[in-house]
Antibody, heavy 121, light 107 residues
Framework: EVQLLESGGGLVQPGGSLRLSCAASGFTFSSYAMHWVRQAPGKGLEWVSGISGSGGSTYYADSVKGRFTISRDNSKNTLYLQMNSLRAEDTAVYYC??????????????WGQGTMVIVSS | DIQMTQSPSTLSASVGDRVTITCRASQSINSWLAWYQQKPGTAPKLLIYKASSLESGVPSRFSGSGSGTEFTLTISSLQPDDFATYYCQQYNTYSKTFGQGTKVEIK
């Protein structure tokens, strides 16, 4: 069974940092692009970042470019999101999602359960 | 960035109704459009990809159509399990964008 399990969320002060992880199982991790999508409380979905299967190509939403870094360790079947200079508007549930192919320019077919990030003093 | 606009924002319907949700893109996205269903407190679920391809395991009462800038999601006969929020998403570019969502409520 394909599974994605996020961890690392929590409460952080504005300007702080946090690293999210997403452990994948049930599929050949290195063959698929992976993404992070977030949802602020009571709001819609916002794509945050994507990475190719090899890890060689990365993409970011303008709202997080220069502050967030996506990476993956294919030997550990794990996706990461390093979040720096956090702002109140980054408060959201963060989902990791599997792409339908190796190229990040695909849709998202499997989603994790999400991890909550709260940025507040 | 490509903007996605869904209508309506909220839809009230009864079990058995035929329901249609529209999604418009600010520029052509060919057929690179997906539809997701989300229930409160849970992750989104992929229903339709490439505008009209049904994801494995999704009931056949769901269908998608359109290309270019205008797309529709149709539920042929609304079931109790279908009351949820639906999102369209373009993936014509690496920077994906979602519509604002359509909440399907019980009438």
């Amino acid at each position: 069974e394909v599974q994605l399990l996020e961890s690392g969320g929590g409460l952080v002060q504005p300007g702080g940092s946090l690293r999210l992880s997403c452990a994948a199982s049930g599929f050949t991790f290195s063959s698929y692009a992976m993404h992070w999508v977030r949802q602020a409380p009571g709001k819609g979905l916002e794509w945050v970042s994507g990475i190719s299967g090899s890890g060689g190509s990365t993409y970011y939403a303008d709202s997080v470019k220069g502050r967030f870094t996506i990476s993956r360790d294919n030997s550990k079947n794990t996706l990461y999101l390093q979040m720096n200079s956090l702002r109140a508007e980054d408060t959201a549930v963060y989902y990791c999602a599997k792409g339908k192919g190796e190229d990040p320019k695909t849709t998202l077919d499997i989603w994790g359960q999400g991890t909550m990030v709260i940025v507040s003093s | 960035d490509i903007q996605m606009t869904q209508s309506p924002s909220t839809l009230s319907a009864s079990v058995g109704d035929r329901v249609t949700i529209t999604c418009r893109a600010s520029q052509s996205i060919n057929s690179w459009l997906a539809w997701y269903q989300q229930k409160p407190g849970t992750a989104p679920k992929l229903l339709i990809y490439k505008a009209s391809s049904l994801e494995s395991g999704v009931p056949s009462r769901f269908s998608g159509s359109g290309s270019g800038t205008e797309f529709t999601l149709t539920i042929s006969s609304l079931q109790p399990d279908d009351f949820a929020t639906y999102y369209c998403q373009q993936y014509n570019t690496y920077s994906k964008t979602f519509g604002q969502g359509t909440k399907v409520e019980i009438k």
